[in-house]
C-alpha cells in the first residue's frame, strides 16, 4: 500500500481532538496529535506532515499565528477548525494562507470530504508540473517558486501562487472567479466574488509594474480575469 499523507492534528480540547483523530485513523491516514502550538511546532520540526488541521484558540498561541508560520516555511495544507461561525470572516479577511475552514461541531462526513479535497489540491495536476516563463518572471510548479526577471525570489502564500498558476497555465483565456476558486480553495460557501478579487489584488502587488494599472491580470468586468503577458 502508498504510503498515506500524515496529517496533524492540533486541539486543545480533549474530546474534538479525540474526535478527529479517530475519524482520521478510520480513513487509514497516520495521525499525529497536539494539544499545544508549542507540541505542533515540536512535531512539524520532527515530521512531515501533509496537512495540519489546526484549532483557532489554542491555550499559548494563537493558531492564525501558526498557520501564518505554516504557509510560509512549511508545503502543509491547512484546515482552520473554529468554535464559532464568525471567526471565519476574521480568518478569510487576515488571509493567513489556509486551504479551508472547518466550524465545530462540524459533520464527520462534511470534515473528510474537506480533507481530501484539499489532500487531493496539494497534490499538483498533471498540467501544471513544468516552469512557465512570461515576460521575464519564471513561475516553476514541482517548486512552487516565483522569480523575478533580476533573478530575486518573491513570496506567494499558497493561494496566490495557486491563483497564478491557473492564470499563467492558459495564457489569453477568460477564467471565472469561480473557475478560479475552485482552483485556489475547497470552499464553496465563502464569498465567492470578494476572496478571489482580494487575492488577484495581492497578485497584482507583487508582479505588476503598477498595480492600478495593471498589464499581466486583467479584470474582464461581468466576467473573470485573464492572464495576458505580452511574450504569450
Ligand atoms: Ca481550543
Given at each position: 500500500m502508498p504510503d498515506r499523507e500524515r496529517i496533524l492534528v492540533v486541539e486543545d480540547e480533549p474530546s474534538t481532538r479525540a474526535i478527529l483523530v479517530k475519524l482520521l485513523v478510520a480513513e487509514g491516514y497516520p495521525v499525529g496529535a497536539a494539544d499545544t502550538a508549542a507540541q505542533a511546532r515540536a512535531l512539524l520540526a520532527a515530521e512531515t506532515f501533509s496537512l495540519v488541521l489546526l484549532d483557532l484558540n489554542l491555550p499559548d498561541d494563537d493558531g492564525l499565528t501558526l498557520a501564518r508560520e505554516l504557509s510560509r516555511h512549511h508545503r502543509t495544507g491547512i484546515i482552520m477548525v473554529s468554535g464559532r461561525a464568525d471567526d471565519m470572516d476574521r480568518i478569510i479577511g487576515l488571509e493567513v494562507g489556509a486551504d479551508d475552514y472547518v466550524t465545530k461541531p462540524f459533520v464527520p462526513r462534511e470534515l473528510m470530504a474537506r480533507v481530501r479535497t484539499v489532500l487531493r489540491r496539494l497534490s499538483p495536476p498533471t498540467e501544471l508540473?513544468?516552469?512557465?516563463?512570461?515576460?521575464?518572471?519564471?513561475?516553476?510548479?514541482?517548486?512552487?517558486s516565483l522569480h523575478r526577471p533580476d533573478g530575486r525570489q518573491v513570496h506567494l502564500t499558497r493561494a496566490e501562487f495557486d491563483l497564478l498558476a491557473r492564470l499563467a497555465s492558459q495564457p489569453g483565456r477568460v477564467h471565472t472567479r469561480h473557475q478560479l476558486l475552485t482552483a485556489v480553495s475547497s470552499r464553496d460557501w465563502a464569498p465567492v466574488d470578494r476572496t478571489i478579487d482580494?487575492?488577484?489584488?495581492?497578485?497584482?502587488?507583487?508582479?505588476?509594474?503598477?498595480?492600478?494599472?495593471?498589464?499581466?491580470?486583467l479584470t474582464l468586468s461581468g466576467h473573470g480575469y485573464k492572464f495576458t503577458p505580452s511574450d504569450a
Open positions: 508540473t513544468g516552469v512557465l516563463k512570461f515576460e521575464g518572471w519564471t513561475l516553476d510548479m514541482p517548486g512552487r482580494v487575492l488577484v489584488s495581492r497578485l497584482r502587488r507583487k508582479i505588476e509594474v503598477d498595480p492600478k494599472s495593471p498589464r499581466l491580470i
